[in-house]
């Protein structure tokens, strides 16, 4: 395998906020790899700068063995990118917005030809390629999107919230489009996404980002077998009190978070009934039980402390009194 | 030359396709060539520079359909930004002087195309054009006028972050720079201390040389015109590269 992408402690300030903290990663050619993390966690600007849109602060990074920074036009020559905002000419047909990257990508005529007729074919577009973008839906134009991205053939493709605003149908089957693409055509994919599913089950690999930082990074089943095992969810307003009671040497971890006590374990099935004993034993109300196997969204609250949702929404954060004890 | 090419040519797709656009920006200089034209043509006389009015009115409205058209086909690299397509052509392998140069000599195109409908519509309302070199000339200073101000747009543009701003620039800079230009009235009728502005508004000698072109009078000398224009054009062009190389999104 070789390195598609080397970066080394990649910065970005705008003024006094750094969106982009030291970060340094490698992505090897022919990987899914994906920036997981709420909304203004530096994800965008991770991308801007690998795509060229957006000068580093500091910190050094290559793409294809070419440097982000010296050799602008080599890494532009072999990235594609799919905006996380439409980009499309909507006044112009499906095959002229295609044809116009062509030309800005100097293919020739013949071959621009013969790719945009395969393109749209892959993407299911053939048949509306006279029709104006206008008329397209959010999915067509997602899709029209990617074949444009691709048109130029690049062996680096990123996209940016790919499936964003998309019904849940169209989504799965763009899902299976880019795992399908990046198998065939061995070309790397570097997208980034708060959906926690969409991360889980198209990565190979996974880089969790909070405040320009990444907090973690590996495949999403080491992430979450990371954690300590399958959770256990108690609901109880005594909350505090469970906490301290429960002490078994079997739990890994344990959390509070709100009103609830989350308990990180091996074979969580077996274990259920002994919790619920100690609970009993020492008079805690139990309102609610809860066994789940760990999904990134656990992994993104035991390393920050908060559900990606909620970063979306500072008040609310601030609001929120949340406790965070760790046993280890 | 083929990164030029492909700019400009989008820029004719959608022209031809804006059909409203097209009667819209041909309908303000119409309705002033005949409005203006056979209101005051019995009334105003205009020594040594032909006979009736609406001669002298037509090679200025030519020169305002190409400057407001121009202007605007500028200007919209504003929507080109908002509605993102503006990221497209950035992250290509093209440099921005390329993708300033396509789109300067597209919005250029679509002015000449504006001016020359004026001009057709015209030869209805009394203009006899003296000759094919006489023809050739104006377009030629019609196409000078749509570079400068396409150019002119996109620097305005390039510091903008959306249209709110449009109309300011249209009332107190287009306007003006119509107003002044001669395209209503002989630059030589203004009074002394306003005159000299004139001779400082770059549309005047546009004006001047189209209307050398159609009418072969004119009050300043087509060379002199010439000069004016097309260095004016140059620094418009010049400037407004230098702007859109600074442009983020």
């Not at chain 1, 980002?209 to 089943?221: C, F, M, Q, Y």
């Not at chain 2, 190409?66 to 950035?90: A, P």
Request: aromatic share 8%.
């Amino acid at each position: 395998m070789t390195t598609a992408i080397v970066v080394q402690d990649l910065t970005k300030k705008f003024n006094e906020l750094v969106a982009v903290n030291h970060i340094s990663f490698e992505i090897q050619q022919g990987e899914i790899f994906g920036f997981l993390g709420p909304n203004g966690a530096g994800k965008t600007t991770t991308l801007s700068m690998l795509a060229t849109m957006q000068q580093p602060t500091s910190g050094f990074a290559t793409v294809q063995g070419k440097d982000i920074e010296k050799d602008q036009d080599g890494v532009r020559k072999a990235i594609g990118i799919v905006f996380q905002d439409q980009s499309l000419d909507e006044e112009l047909t499906a095959a002229e917005n295609m044809d116009f990257h062509g030309r800005l990508y100097r293919i020739p005529p013949e071959i621009r030809k013969q790719r945009i007729d395969e393109l749209l074919r892959l993407v299911e577009l053939h048949e509306r390629k006279n029709d104006i973008v206008k008329t397209f839906s959010g999915g067509m134009r997602r899709r029209l999107e990617i074949a444009r991205g691709l048109l130029h053939h690049p062996s680096v493709l990123f996209l940016d919230e790919p499936t964003l605003g998309l019904d849940p149908q169209t989504r799965n089957h763009l899902w299976q489009y880019i795992a399908t693409l990046s198998k065939e055509k061995n070309i790397s994919i570097i997208l980034t996404t708060h959906y926690m599913e969409e991360a889980d089950r198209l990565c190979d690999r996974i880089a969790i980002i909070d405040h320009g930082t990444i907090i973690a990074l590996d495949t999403p089943d080491n992430l979450k077998n990371g954690i300590g095992g399958d959770i256990i969810t108690i609901t109880t307003p005594e909350f505090e009190k469970a906490s301290k009671i429960l002490t078994e040497p079997w739990i890994n971890r344990l959390e509070i978070y709100n009103d609830e006590v989350r308990i990180s374990l091996q074979n969580a099935e077996q274990h259920i009934s002994e919790i619920i004993t100690i609970l009993n034993k020492h008079q805690i109300t139990i309102t609610s039980v809860s066994i789940h196997k760990p999904t990134l969204e656990d992994v993104f609250l035991s390393y920050t402390g908060k559900k990606i949702r909620e970063e979306e929404s500072d008040k609310k954060e601030m609001m929120r009194r949340h406790l965070r004890m760790r046993r280890h | 030359m083929d990164i030029i090419y492909t700019i400009w040519l989008r820029n004719m797709i959608r022209y031809m396709r804006s059909k409203s656009r097209i009667i819209g920006s041909i309908s303000m200089p119409l309705f002033f060539l005949l409005f203006l034209g056979f209101g005051l043509n019995s009334v105003v006389n205009i020594p040594r520079l032909g006979e009736n009015y609406i001669q002298f009115l037509i090679p200025g409205m030519v020169a305002m359909s190409v400057l407001f058209t121009s202007v605007f086909s500028g200007i919209q690299i504003i929507w080109d930004k908002q509605f993102g397509f503006l990221k497209e052509t950035l992250v290509a392998p093209v440099t921005r002087l390329e993708i300033m140069l396509g789109q300067t000599f597209g919005g250029a195109t679509t002015a000449v195309i504006q001016g020359i409908m004026i001009m057709v519509i015209s030869l209805f309302v009394g203009l006899k054009v003296q000759s094919v070199l006489g023809f050739l000339i104006a377009l030629g200073f019609m196409v000078l006028i749509g570079i400068s101000f396409t150019a002119f747009g996109i620097a305005i543009a390039s510091r903008m972050e959306d249209m709110t701003g449009f109309q300011l620039i249209m009332n107190f800079v287009i306007f003006p720079i119509f107003g002044l230009s001669g395209a209503l009235f002989p630059i030589s009728s203004l009074p002394s201390w306003l005159s000299p502005v004139t001779m400082f508004d770059p549309l005047t000698y546009g004006v001047e040389g189209i209307r050398y072109g159609l009418t072969g009078t004119s009050q300043i000398s087509p060379i002199m015109s010439l000069l004016v224009i097309g260095g004016f054009a140059c620094a418009m062009t010049v400037i407004g590269t230098f702007l859109f190389r600074k442009i983020s999104i």
